[in-house]
């Protein structure tokens, strides 16, 4: 499976549940079935209660297009996030929820990595600072 953030401004994620990582005979990634199988929009992170947040948005969840995340980054090397029922995070939800009881509907446990010829940049932002510009922020006037 396959976890991606790699367009260029960082608001989309992809997820590829048979993701096959293999290779041709110089080393560079071969896949011929490179359609992930969900695209989620990121639509907004905070930190909240001593737990992240991430809202997405996916256009064809028939249940719910929005949904919540909790996240934790639980070292170098792993990120767990899990996923609301719905649009909002119960108060009992966190990292490691994964029914209904705590207002979840899966937890995932992921380990990063990262490839010799990966074009995927190397970024996290824990959302400490909300208000820390960035090349892909977003200035609305009313």
Known sequence: SDLSVCDTDQ?????????????????????????????????GFWKENLKSYLITYDELDAFSKYRCWVYQRA???????????GAY????????????????????????????????????DDGTNPWLLSENTLKILI
């Open 75 to 85: 070292d170098l090397n792993r990120v767990l996030m899990s996923e609301s029922i």
């Open 11 to 43: 608001k989309e994620k992809a997820i590829d549940e048979t993701f096959c990582l293999s290779v041709d005979h110089l080393g560079a990634p071969v896949d011929i079935y490179s359609d992930p199988d969900y695209k989620l929009k990121c639509i």
């Open 89 to 124: 995070c119960h108060l009992k939800q966190d990292v490691t929820s994964w029914n209904y009881t705590e207002g979840a509907a899966v937890a995932i446990e992921m380990q990063e990595y990262e490839r010799e010829r990966d074009q995927c940049p190397m970024h996290f």
